[in-house]
Nanobody
Framework: QVQLVESGGGLVQAGGSLRLSCTAS????????MGWFRQQAPGKEREFVG?????????YYADSVKGRFTISRDNAKNTMYLQMNSLKPEDTAVYYC????????????????WGQGTQVTVSS
C-alpha cells in the first residue's frame, strides 16, 4: 500500500480559500487513482468530495463542491492537491486523501490507502 499524508488544513472565513496537499510514499504514486473524502463529525459517514485519475487527465466532483473545488496532481512530486475556493461553513470537516487501483470512485471501500486527515474549519 501507498502511505499518504495530508497537510494544509486550517481555519478560514466563509468565502475564503485553502489548498490541501496529499503526499505519497512507499509505492509508485502514478499507479494509483486518488480521491478526497471528508467527515463532518465523528461517527458520520465519510463523504466523497472528488477523484482524479492516475494520469491526472480526468477528474470528478461531488455536486456539493463542483465549481468551487479543484483537484490536481503532480506525479513527479508524488503529490495531489485540493484547491478549495468560496468556502462555506458546511465545508467544515476533516479531509482525507485516499488511493485505489480500480473500482467505483465515490465508494469509500474502493480505496485501500488513507491518510490521517486534516481539519478544515470555515467560520461564518
Amino acid at each position: 500500500q501507498v502511505q499518504l499524508v495530508e497537510s494544509g488544513g486550517g481555519l478560514v472565513q466563509a468565502g475564503g480559500s485553502l489548498r490541501l496537499s496529499c503526499t505519497a510514499s512507499g509505492r509508485t504514486f502514478s499507479d494509483y487513482h486518488m480521491g478526497w473524502f471528508r467527515q463532518q463529525a465523528p461517527g458520520k459517514e465519510r463523504e466523497f468530495v472528488g477523484y482524479i485519475r492516475q494520469s491526472g487527465d480526468v477528474t470528478y466532483y461531488a455536486d456539493s463542491v463542483k465549481g468551487r473545488f479543484t483537484i490536481s496532481r503532480d506525479n513527479a512530486k508524488n503529490t495531489m492537491y485540493l484547491q478549495m475556493n468560496s468556502l462555506k461553513p458546511e465545508d467544515t470537516a476533516v479531509y482525507y486523501c485516499a488511493a485505489h487501483r480500480g473500482g467505483p470512485i465515490s465508494y469509500s471501500p474502493t480505496y485501500d490507502s488513507w491518510g490521517q486527515g486534516t481539519q478544515v474549519t470555515v467560520s461564518s
